[in-house]
């Protein structure tokens, strides 16, 4: 079915443009030097700021505007795009799970409770049971 796989394919194509968004503010505080600073930059009071900024900003910007994404991704069926789980969601779930973690300084734990269907998308997925299996405390 064309129209299935141009579903899968857009919302893996909207996934990996997440990520991209957040990969300045997550590699600024592993490889400044990255970004044109100094080695150890991220270490220095001045390295902190810039990655708490970076990352509020984040937070305050990408967040929304990729959080609507998922939304009217979602709204075509109970998964990310469609009526039953694919790929695209096998995509999705460790990029939005890694933000309720609480590993990620100055990003909350909480950032997608402002999303109630992507709180209850990550409960259904979490609830499939080879997802909990996956991952499942070993």
Not at 1 to 24: L, N
Not at 82 to 100: E, N, S, V, Y
Request: proline fraction near 9%.
């Amino acid at each position: 079915d064309p129209i299935a796989q141009y579903k899968v394919e857009e919302a893996i194509g909207v996934c990996e443009d997440f990520q991209k968004a957040w990969m300045p503010s997550l590699y600024m505080g592993m490889i400044p030097q990255m970004f044109g600073y100094p080695e150890g930059f991220n270490k220095t009071d001045e390295g902190k700021a810039k990655i708490k900024a970076m990352r509020e900003e984040f937070t305050a910007t990408s967040i929304p505007k990729y959080a609507a994404y998922f939304v009217r991704l979602l709204k075509d069926g109970q998964f990310i795009a469609g009526p039953k789980p694919t790929i695209a969601d096998c995509t999705l779930l460790p990029l939005l799970r890694g933000f309720q973690k609480g590993h990620i300084d100055h990003v909350p734990t909480t950032v997608w409770d402002a999303y109630p269907e992507i709180t209850a998308y990550i409960a259904r997925m979490m609830a499939l049971p080879a997802v909990a299996a996956w991952y499942a405390p070993k």
